[in-house]
């Protein structure tokens, strides 16, 4: 089976963002950046299919800035075979992304992709649907368990996931090919190994663009502003479980 | 303008979150219609009838809308959108899950968690865990738009009388099925809709020990939550994370235990009213968002303020 994995390189999440002065974004210049954490689960999960001698082929893609091509080396690192750059200078909206992975996805005959259910930045949590949308392939989104089946009598592969809904856990069966977007659950991602990360600079990143896939990814959002959130009032420590009780009934009246 | 809300509903009656894109919605200025999608949904689209502000209930009864799947919805929903100038659901897991993949059969950038709105065309939603908050403008014709719950009041259920009206199903795409589900039962109020919630983190050491949480939170009606790193060791199930990445809560409220204030969960409940922590660890980051803080063994200051609390 061949799997495409989608990776964003995002400010690291242990980063604390700071909102640009003229209100346009945040700081990116001189800032740590790093794998979107849930990307790092859809990489780790595909490269235990490889291990498992589920998945043949772990194909890493990304779209964006050619700096990205860093955080492909790092899930190369972690064991997927190869890369992809979609490289692009303008800001890629999900919408955007997602054709661009469609593309990608077509061009390369993958049976499966799976990705992060949502960017540590944008906090979209777009992408996976609309990929699955314009392939017209089921999806799998906030999973925390996986398993690939050959479909029984019925021949047609499939993959039944776990769900982390709103409510507690769902099962769904989907016929493959699928997409699937990955929850905090799923896996614990490796580090990557120094040896692996000198094999990772030998391996290949295929460089394209969004002409050379024919895709439009012309913005549909203007940013007019963005702000920091309004602070909170300072608070006051209270000495004992009686003081803060009293507060809380008699300061606050929550109680 | 017109606007249609999915509304999100287990077929017999409809989930809270749709009462607050309903509240969403009245702000858009323009003719609101729901959108009841289910199997034998009788009971959610007479609910949906009732509520002030809406002109028509259109209802599209079939089972292959009866586990909400995302496969058979999202043309149903995009079909539907064509009559519309924005389309609206809540961003829960069902309007996270459903709402970007008709957005993409009708090739538009959905714009994801509004907390508020500014214009027919424009809406404020947080980004990074919501450390910044982005004022966008969306220039696609329809607008695709899932609602932060919390940031909207809840609309109230009576007064309306809307007219019903049936659609057709688009079918059953045939490429998902729905195996089975694991509700979590619980008498207590709903996380994201209580009044008072009170959360436990890694410190309370063991899934046993939340009993003493929720034996204040039934003394409170209060709803129990945790932080990830709680979840992620096992104590308590998944539907308990409050977080960037589990539930966002805005109670009256918010009580944290034992919990260090990873951005992660900060940006699950820092809108609440009134947040209390209590934590040994005085440098915790919590309390740089607590209105009352109180540096305790949370072993000895949880069952005293149980007791307190009488």
Known sequence: MKVLVP???????????????????????????????????????????????????????????AQAQETIRTGLAMGADRGVLI????????????????????????????????AI??????????????????????ISKMEIHDGGAAGAGGVKVTREVDGGLEVVDLKLPAVLTVDLRLNEPRYASLPNIMKAKKKPIEMLSPEDLG???????????????????????????????DKLRNEAKVI | MSILIIAEHDNASLRPATLNTLT??????????????GADC??????????????????????????????????????????YTHVLAPATTFGKNVLPRAAALLDVQQVSDISAIKGADTFVRPIYAGNAMATVKSLDTIKLITVRATAF?????????????????????????FVGQELTKSERPELTTAGIVISGGRGMQSGENFAMLERIADKLGAA??????????????????????????????????????????????????????????????????ADYGLVADLFQAVPELEEALG
């Open chain 1, 215 to 245: 895709v439009d990814v012309t913005p549909r959002l203007e940013t007019l502003q963005v702000v920091e959130p309004p602070p909170r009032k300072a608070g006051v420590m209270v000495d004992s479980v009686a003081m803060l009780v």
């Open chain 2, 153 to 177: 009041e809840a609309a109230a259920e009576d007064g309306g009388s809307a007219v019903t009206e049936t659609v057709e199903s688009t079918g059953d795409t045939g490429l998902a099925s």
């Open chain 1, 7 to 65: 990776v964003k390189r995002v400010i690291d999440a242990n980063v604390k963002v700071r909102v640009k002065a003229d209100q346009t974004g945040v700081e990116t210049t001189n800032v740590k950046m790093a794998m979107n954490p849930f990307c790092e689960i859809a990489v780790e999960e595909a490269v235990r299919m490889k291990e498992a001698g589920t998945a043949e082929d772990v194909i890493v893609v990304s779209a964006g800035a």
């Open chain 2, 224 to 289: 129990v939550g945790a932080s990830r790193a709680a979840v992620d060791a096992g104590f308590v199930p998944n539907d308990y994370q409050v977080g960037q990445t589990g539930k966002v809560v805005a109670p009256d409220l918010y009580i944290a235990i034992g919990i260090s204030g990873a951005i992660q969960h900060l940006a699950g409940m820092k809108d609440s009213k009134v947040i209390v922590a209590i934590n040994k660890d005085a440098e915790a980051p919590i309390f740089q968002v």
């Open chain 1, 121 to 142: 930045d944008g906090d979209n949590n777009q992408t996976g649907q609309m990929l699955a949308a314009l392939l017209g392939w089921p999806q799998g989104t906030f």
């Open chain 2, 24 to 37: 969403a919605a009245g702000e858009l200025d323009g003719e609101v219609h729901i959108l009841i999608a």
């Open chain 1, 87 to 118: 490289q692009s200078d303008v800001a890629l909206e999900p919408l955007g992304i997602a054709k661009l992975l469609k593309a990608v996805a077509e061009k390369e005959g993958v049976d499966l992709v799976i990705m992060g259910k949502q």
């Open chain 2, 42 to 83: 009788a009971g959610a689209a007479d609910a949906a009838a009732k509520l002030p502000g809406v002109a028509k209930v259109r209802v599209a009864d079939a089972p292959e809308y009866g586990h909400e799947l995302a496969e058979n919805l999202a043309p149903l929903i995009a079909k539907l959108a064509a009559d």
